[in-house]
């Protein structure tokens, strides 16, 4: 069998690694038009940072390692287009500049997804970066000896992760971003305790900028010295990092007669076909099903990719395997600030239609006696008529994730607030107050749901 893989990051690799465990005897292709293969895009931030020295850190596994396995990979090849009439693909080699058609048996899209990058005036100076490949870390710490001012544009996960990263090192950062809040994924409520937490440790380090977007970029053959704002303000910037999202690498799919789902992303079944028989889509440029509203959502994650590049694998290979949806769970940090969520938000809640209960409580993480015992903000919320839980939101210098992590188990067992309100979690001092916050969260969300 002849297994055709397109993206090697996180899903295609992980793909490729399954396929020859199962069929050792399978000839198996990565092609790409990265200059690297396997690698943790999520850590970039982590290595701008400086958390380790070597980039190669962030490398899982390499072309030659892939190569000794038996998988061949091909860097600085862009698949031009799909033709499953007569399943092949069509290759260009960026470096020979030829292109030649390969066949498959079964091929899997892995194309990933690419950073938007906002019609602002003048924006291809060189000290312009984003954050999505190895390339761009190495760009970006090359950078920074020479950075004192910097500006990132957009507030969300990325944003705020490179936010630290340049903080860090020591950089004056401004971070702006055009909608009301920072972190928009989370309801306006919990985002604004983001921004009140960061700003009470600001100490002169960054600013945060909302309700603005970026319009010019103003420089010369240096690169860019100014960036304008769409209200007229002028900030420095030795260096700007655009983190505005990303969207889905779906146009190869398109000219291929692939059906995308409503959210832009390739459209597939719980074994990661697509519309075109022997054709599998997987990681970021595919959607997923929401499992607690089980409506489609795009949540372009490295665990997510992981799971799905392995599932696609399987069933290209002849096996069964099926990968149901996503909680949309999530965790960043930002200046020891760790920011967690999963299921529904209230605010897309009330969207689907859902009667929506809300409890939130603030409180130690830990028995107030310890001397890292920090305050965790939670947020629960349920369907006010069932009383089933939907979701819920952390964020705080304490351990915030490992409740979000808790209430991720109650999702997917389909619990009712009154039932995980029975929960026996652990207790010590050095690891919770004597009623875990989470299960105090709880007690006040069945009041919430009995008063209906």
Known sequence: MKIVIIGGVAAGAKAAAKAKRILPDAEIDIYTEDTHVSYSACGIP??????????????????EEFRAGGINVHLLHKVTKIIPVSKQV???????NISFLVEYDKLIIATGASPIIPPIKNNCFKNIFSVRTINDAINIKKRLPDCKRAVIIGGGYIGIEMLEALVRNNIHTTLIERGS?????????????????????NAGRFTLITDQAVTEFCGDEDGVHTVETSNGDVYEADMVIICAGVKPNVQLAVDAGIKLGITGAIKVNKQMETSESDIYACGDCCEETQLISQTPVWMPLGSNANKEGRCAAINACGGFNEFHGVLSSAVTRCLNLTIA?????????????????????????????????????????ADKKTGKLLGGQAMGVGDSDKRINTLTTALLGGLTVDEFARNDLTYAPPFSTTIDPLLDAAQILIAQVDSK
């Open 46 to 63: 982590y290595y701008v940072e400086g958390n380790f020295d070597d980039y190669r850190t962030l490398l899982v596994r390499s072309p």
């Open 90 to 96: 069509l290759v260009h080699d960026i470096e020979a």
């Open 181 to 201: 809040h920072i972190m928009p994924v989370l309801d306006e409520d919990m985002s604004v305790l983001v921004e009140e937490h960061l700003d009470s440790i």
């Open 341 to 381: 969520m999963t299921g529904l938000t209230e605010r897309v809640a009330e969207k689907l239609g859902y009667s929506v209960a809300v409890a939130k409580v603030t409180k130690h993480d830990k028995v107030g006696y310890m001397p890292d015992a920090n305050d965790i903000t939670i947020k629960l919320i």
